[in-house]
């Protein structure tokens, strides 16, 4: 079992930055795939990246490529979000996520094991 908590979100103006932490419990934490997905108000919940149990795969949705970045310290149980020239569109509740494979290859939210209870993240233009 393994309990994700979501911190960091935040409200940030157009072009601002944000860092989204996802500490996890548990002794397998470095045997995880993690993801981070998002849901704006009214919209499905949809992938933004992924990240391997090694951390040397990873995986971006394209409208965020080049402006986030997932990171991950197994030492510390906790994968990251950095959130760069943030836009309006960005406005959601983050999520992460983990997953059994560990390959850093899932992006469908049927595809992970154990989620966060997210964190807001509100960008005004």
């Known amino acids: 079992q393994v309990q994700l908590v979501e911190s960091g979100g935040g409200l940030v103006q157009a072009g601002g930055s944000l860092r989204l932490s996802c500490a996890a419990s548990?002794?397998?934490?470095?045997?995880?795939?993690m993801g981070w997905f998002r849901q704006a108000p009214g919209k499905e919940r949809e992938f933004v990246a992924v990240?391997?149990?090694?951390?040397?795969?990873?995986y971006y949705k394209g409208s965020v490529k080049g402006r986030f970045t997932i990171s991950r310290d197994n030492a510390k149980n906790t994968v990251y979000l950095q959130l760069n020239s943030l836009k309006p569109e960005d406005t959601a509740i983050y999520y992460c996520a983990a997953e059994k494979g560990g390959w850093g290859t899932a992006r469908n939210a049927s595809e992970y094991d154990y989620w966060g209870q997210g964190t807001q993240v509100t960008v005004s233009s």
């Open positions: 990240i391997s149990w090694s951390g040397g795969i990873k």
């Open positions: 548990g002794r397998t934490f470095s045997t995880y795939g």
